[in-house]
């Protein structure tokens, strides 16, 4: 079991649908973020929280939005998808937000698998 | 522009041979670097980080080295073994726009056949 949890593993949508993806970090970090990968592509970061406020928004489509309502749960809410949006979709947590002192060790879930039909 | 560029894309070895994977980067200035390793259906975990004062830096049967002068770091295998089937990931900490930035390179995908 890693520290980072990401819930649902797999999930097929089609484009009208809501959905939401969910992790839960116990490392007690104070950063968390989401990331998107796709093959044969760098992982694209898109959120950033850290200690509960939002500090990076990479242009991210609105039809994606995040929600952290503390510092050890972080949801990414899905609605009206493209295709183009199927991807795995990865958690990650970090001791703090690209602090100077700090290594960056990013500590990922096992991702979401998104589908969009 | 800063960027992370992996070779090859793709790797295919026999079980106990040993293989060399290559992270080219531009980024600058430099903070750090990582090696990630990710199975299948898993997240990545890191393996190593190197500093720019460190050229060599060892794991188990993973030994990583940098040179900050060509911006060029290697992740080697020694004697692989199945279970080193996975995406290595290079991922290289800068300082971009005023942030400290991490910019990941595509991956290089190993699998290793018995």
């Known amino acids: 079991e890693t520290g980072v949890t990401q819930t649902p593993r797999h999930l097929v949508m089609g484009m009208t649908n809501k959905k939401s993806l969910k992790c839960e970090q116990h490392?007690?970090?104070?950063?968390m973020y989401w990331y998107k990968q796709s093959a044969k592509k760098p992982l694209e970061l898109m959120f950033v929280?850290?200690?509960?406020?939002?500090?990076e928004n990479n242009s991210v489509p609105s039809r994606f939005s995040p929600e952290c309502p503390n510092s050890s749960h972080l949801f990414l809410h899905l609605h009206t998808l493209q295709p183009e949006d199927s991807a795995l979709y990865l958690c990650?947590?970090?001791?703090?937000?690209?602090?100077?002192?700090?290594?960056?060790?990013?500590?990922f879930g096992e991702g979401s698998r998104l589908t969009v039909l | 522009k800063n960027q992370v560029e992996q070779s090859p894309q793709s790797l295919i070895i026999l079980e106990g041979k040993n293989c060399t994977l290559q992270c080219n980067y531009t980024v600058s200035p430099f903070s750090n670097l990582r090696w990630y390793k990710q199975d299948t259906g898993r997240g990545p975990v890191s393996l190593t980080i190197m500093t720019f004062s460190e050229n060599t830096k060892s794991n188990g049967r993973y030994t990583a080295t940098l040179d900050a002068d060509t911006k060029q770091s290697s992740l080697h295998i020694t004697a692989s073994q199945l279970s080193d089937s996975a995406s290595y990931i290079c991922v290289v900490r800068g300082f971009s726009g005023g942030y400290n930035k991490l910019i990941f390179g595509a991956g290089t995908r190993l699998a290793v056949h018995p």
């Open positions: 929280y850290s200690l509960e406020e939002r500090v």
């Open positions: 490392l007690g970090h104070n950063a």
């Open positions: 990650a947590s970090s001791q703090d937000y690209m602090a100077s002192g700090s290594t960056g060790e990013l500590f």
